[in-house]
């Protein structure tokens, strides 16, 4: 079969262009994918590939569709899409940071392989094992899924920011913070009873030198929470995953006018 004899669903270069947009933004932000550490290649081949399995879905835009509007639509819902992934990822990172300080871990700091900076190895812990639930529940098929669904939810050409998108955006944005915080509450809520029990300990026994004493309490303590916040993080990246999915599909029919 010759591959040059596909017929394209595409009428002008513009469909072309607006697939090649937001497959790439989605790339370029998508966990696993989108990661420093993934070579560009691998990057751009794994983008050629999802926009030649998603052509036959890609309509052609509306005549009067402006190069302007169309690349910054594209785009935003490229990246948009992408983020939705990648905000469970982060926030397992946020909440390793969180937990670092109460469980007195914070000193110490590890390169990251998907950001390559210095983060609390808390962070890099979390990060990767979200990472593998993530790939675990089928995370990258249904973002995949989405990214081909919302060529039906919004069409090429007809995004537009009139609508009551605001609020939408608002909730998924905040969703890393909020399942940071749930991911990293029991190493918070462990950091705050021994906090309050070297207090009490420190005013009945003055000559105790509490900060030596302290830290190993601390930090014993810490890992056991630590193993508990294990427990509550693999439910946490699945539930999250399926609220940002929805928001996303709000945030959809919001630019869509729906």
Known sequence: MDLLAIPFPWASAQAALALALRASAFVAV???????????RVRVAFAILLMIVLA?????????????????????IGVTLGFAGRMVIDAALYAGGVASFPSGLAIANELDPITQINIPALGVFYRLLAMLVYVAIGGHRQLIGVLARSYELLPVGTASLEGPWTATAVSLTGRVIMLGVRIAAPVIVSGLLVDTCLMLVARAV???????????VRLGFGLVAVGFSIQVLIPLVGESLDGAIRDVYGLLGSMAGA
């Open 56 to 76: 036959p879905v890609v309509p052609a835009p509306p005549v009067e569709t402006s190069m302007f509007q169309l690349v910054f639509f594209e785009v935003l």
């Open 206 to 216: 003055p000559q105790m030198h509490i900060l030596i004493v302290g830290a190993p």
């Open 30 to 40: 998508a966990p696993l994918v989108g990661s420093e550490g993934i070579p560009v």
